[in-house]
């Protein structure tokens, strides 16, 4: 599955933003969907993950209740809305793929990744 990112921009303090991943190839069905930021200086780090179901979502404690990932099979599309910005929460965002991840909080266990899209927060 190829995957790109999309979405990102400057946004103040507060304000909102939806990042869109689209895929292509037959599998997008069978894969989950993770999302991963690289803040400035830092490692890359997990955000958030959705089960090819589209259930059982999961975040990072630092974005839980400010973060929405969902996913349109039929579309072949994932999203993270982002609301409640905070200047930490600028960085790098990737979409990841693959198919049942062991440790989906951890970049090595997913396969396949979007090209990234900057999000710049000010304050």
């Known amino acids: 599955v190829q995957l790109q990112a999309y979405g990102g921009g400057l946004v103040q303090a507060g304000g909102y933003l939806r990042l869109s991943c689209a895929a292509s190839?037959?599998?997008?069905?069978?894969?989950?969907m993770g999302w991963f930021r690289q803040p400035p200086g830092k490692e890359r780090e997990f955000v958030a993950y959705?089960?090819?179901?589209?259930?059982?979502?999961s975040y990072a404690d630092s974005v839980k209740g400010r973060f929405t990932i969902s996913r349109d099979n039929a579309k072949k599309m994932a999203y993270l809305q982002m609301d409640s910005l905070k200047p930490e929460d600028t960085g790098v965002y990737y979409c990841?793929?693959?198919?049942?991840?062991?440790?989906?909080?951890?970049?090595?266990?997913?396969?396949?990744w979007g090209q990234g899209t900057l999000v710049t927060v000010s304050s």
């Open positions: 190839g037959h599998s997008f069905r069978s894969y989950s």
């Open positions: 959705i089960n090819w179901g589209g259930t059982d979502p």
């Open positions: 990841a793929g693959q198919s049942s991840p062991t440790h989906f909080r951890s970049q090595y266990g997913w396969g396949y």
